[in-house]
């Protein structure tokens, strides 16, 4: 057998341990698909003393000095699993720089700066795969990037944060409150101890942004996404959508559009939305991941598995650790960033979108004109109406019905133009619910 293909671990955390642990259980087979051995030259880390229970590895091999690390010669791979921006790509750009092949789970990076590795991986000759970036164990990536090449890709629909969509299905199965089911989710181990990045949105933003990049060959970062989270979902929202047949998710949405001029766009937006029942995502329970894939001659894949966890997470990584391998044995390298479209990101504005919006206002003569006439001067057709008790408007304004509105599809701007206006109006006592409604007319 050829010599070993010798691994630089960065990180030793729930992904970094999961890496070591399969490494070994898997070594005679990983050798004999690979065609040499895998061998761990270092494992980079922030505390070399913390007790990492009976990982099966010498421990002579941690060091606090990743940099020291990838610049050694016996190392052929760098894996990331440490995360956050800096020092992390300082230490990616050095290592394919150097023509070492690159593997991470650094979906924060990517989408922030994604074009500074790929040039890095360029300009040193060397492979950069990120399989564990999105979606965890599902393999999505190299699909999109490999097997769909030969198609054109035109909308991407996932469920890519699996915290949220265990918050989500919580509230929807027993009726729970937003906070009792994040609390919920902190003690299953789900939500991490600062969960700002899961439920204001930061993290699905990201996956949309590699997403999109790969499906539709241009570069989109995560500033370009538009991303809301799901703090301000209600008890009442997931109710009013069972009431319609639908269910609340927290949606990733990348589609290929066309400005005024006729040009080529790409839109890519992060946001809670109605789905209904019927949707295939809408199955989607738990902490689990699914992406919709709408292409071409393909038509709709459905890609769906866990998102999260050490495991999951650690299999992606280490799919990716056995195509470097075999592309440094034979002496190649995988195609670079097909990012040739270059298409220009349409603001959120100009999105079309569906609105469901409900609003306690006065049960009197003329109100349901006056609002009406609101959505038909921002020319937003209305689909449906349905008028019931109210659902508690502020005391004194005499708010004693309640209006449900869904719309046909607009432009957001035009919804949200609209909302604005209902909250002014006298007859209106409060706009209690005003959720995106997506997946069937
Ligand atoms: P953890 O916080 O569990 O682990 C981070 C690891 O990095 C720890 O071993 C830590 O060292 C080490 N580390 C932190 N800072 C430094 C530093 N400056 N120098 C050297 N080592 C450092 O993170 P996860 O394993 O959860 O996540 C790792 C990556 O994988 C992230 O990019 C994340 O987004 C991504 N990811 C995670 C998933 C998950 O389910 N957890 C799923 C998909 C992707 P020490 O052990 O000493 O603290
Ligand atoms: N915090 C992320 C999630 C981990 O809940 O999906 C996987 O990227």
């Avoid at 990331?80 to 070492?100: C, F, H, Y």
């Avoid at 038509?299 to 050490?310: D, E, T, V």
């Avoid at 391998?325 to 504005?349: H, T």
């Amino acid at each position: 057998m050829t010599s070993p293909v010798r691994l630089a671990l960065l990180g030793c955390g729930t992904v970094g341990s999961e890496v070591v642990r399969l490494l070994h259980e898997q070594s005679a087979d990983l050798a004999a698909r690979i065609g040499a051995p895998l061998e761990i030259a270092g494992i980079a880390v922030r505390r070399v003393g913390r007790d990492r229970g009976d990982l099966p590895v010498d421990p002579a091999l941690f060091t606090t000095d990743p940099l020291g690390l990838i610049k050694r010669d016996d190392v052929d791979v760098v894996v990331e699993v440490v995360g956050g921006i800096e020092p992390a790509r300082g230490w990616l750009v050095e290592a394919l720089r150097a023509g070492k092949s690159v593997v991470t789970a650094n979906k924060a990076l990517l989408a922030e700066d994604g074009a500074a590795l790929h040039d890095a991986a360029a300009e040193g000759g060397a492979d950069l795969y990120y399989e564990a970036s999105v979606a965890g164990a599902i393999p999505l990536l190299r699909p999109l990037r490999d097997s769909l090449h030969g198609d054109r890709i035109n909308r991407v629909t996932g469920i890519v944060n699996g915290t949220t969509n265990f918050i989500l299905s919580a509230m929807d199965a027993t009726g729970a409150g937003f906070a009792e089911a994040l609390e919920e989710a902190t003690e299953l181990g789900y939500a991490e101890a600062d969960p700002t990045a899961d439920v204001e949105g930061f993290d699905a933003a990201a996956k949309a942004a590699i997403l999109a990049s790969l499906a539709f060959h241009t570069r989109v970062t995560a500033a370009d996404v538009h991303r809301e989270g799901i703090t301000e979902v209600t008890a009442a929202d997931v109710a009013s959508a069972r009431a319609m047949g639908c269910t609340i998710k927290l949606l990733c949405i990348a589609a290929r559009g066309a400005d005024a001029a006729g040009r080529e766009t790409v839109s890519v937006r992060v946001h809670p939305a109605m789905i209904p029942l019927t949707h295939p995502l809408a199955s989607v329970g738990d902490a689990f991941n699914a992406v919709f894939v709408e292409a071409e001659a393909a038509g709709q894949l459905m890609f769906y598995g866990r998102g999260a966890g050490g495991a999951p997470t650690a299999s992606a990584v280490l799919g990716d650790v056995v195509a470097v391998a075999r592309n440094r044995l034979a002496g190649a390298r995988a195609a670079s960033e097909s990012a040739y479209a270059d298409l220009a990101v349409r603001p959120m504005g100009e999105a079309l979108t569906r609105y469901h919006i409900s609003l306690d206002v006065a049960d009197r003569p003329g109100v349901l004109e006056a609002v009406a006439g609101v959505f038909a001067r921002h020319e937003v057709s209305i689909a449906t109406v349905r008028q019931g008790p109210a659902g508690g408007g502020p005391a004194g304004r005499g708010s004693d019905a309640e209006l449900v509105i869904v719309t046909h599809v607009a432009p957001d701007a035009a919804l949200a133009a609209t909302v604005r206006e209902l909250r002014g109006l006298d007859i209106v006592g409060s706009v209690t619910s005003v959720l995106r409604v997506e997946g069937g007319q």
